[in-house]
């Protein structure tokens, strides 16, 4: 049989050791994705390797993605390319005009 070993498959699934999910707060068998219901209170819970645990609390969707992703909260100032100055000339691949 082609099973992995067993230290193998502990080492992939204590990786996901303290990972976080955002669960919404909805009553019934209503939707849970979490674009359908933006402004619902969100659990967010924690990975332990057993189960998910209770870890805090979100109250709304955007609340939730800083608490999930804080490296993504600060927006990063990416310089744009710059531009550069058009030089003598008519450029290479302009027509030239009539008489040239």
Same mark, same amino acid.
């Given at each position: 049989m082609d099973d992995e070993p067993l230290a193998d498959w502990a080492e992939r699934r204590d990786e996901k050791i303290?990972?976080?999910r955002a669960v919404p707060l909805v009553s019934g068998d209503g939707p849970k994705g979490s674009h359908l219901n933006p402004d619902a209170p969100r %659990?967010?819970?924690r990975w332990n390797g057993y189960a998910w645990e209770p870890h805090g609390f979100a109250a709304d969707l955007a609340e939730a993605k800083r608490i999930l992703y *804080?490296? %993504?909260a /600060? *927006?990063?100032i990416v310089p744009g390319p710059q531009s550069q100055p058009l030089g003598a000339g008519r450029g290479r691949h +302009? +027509? *030239? +005009? *009539?008489? /040239?």
């Amino acid at each position: 049989m082609d099973d992995e070993p067993l230290a193998d498959w502990a080492e992939r699934r204590d990786e996901k050791i303290g990972q976080l999910r955002a669960v919404p707060l909805v009553s019934g068998d209503g939707p849970k994705g979490s674009h359908l219901n933006p402004d619902a209170p969100r %659990a967010i819970q924690r990975w332990n390797g057993y189960a998910w645990e209770p870890h805090g609390f979100a109250a709304d969707l955007a609340e939730a993605k800083r608490i999930l992703y *804080p490296w %993504a909260a /600060e *927006p990063s100032i990416v310089p744009g390319p710059q531009s550069q100055p058009l030089g003598a000339g008519r450029g290479r691949h +302009r +027509r *030239p +005009r *009539p008489g /040239e």
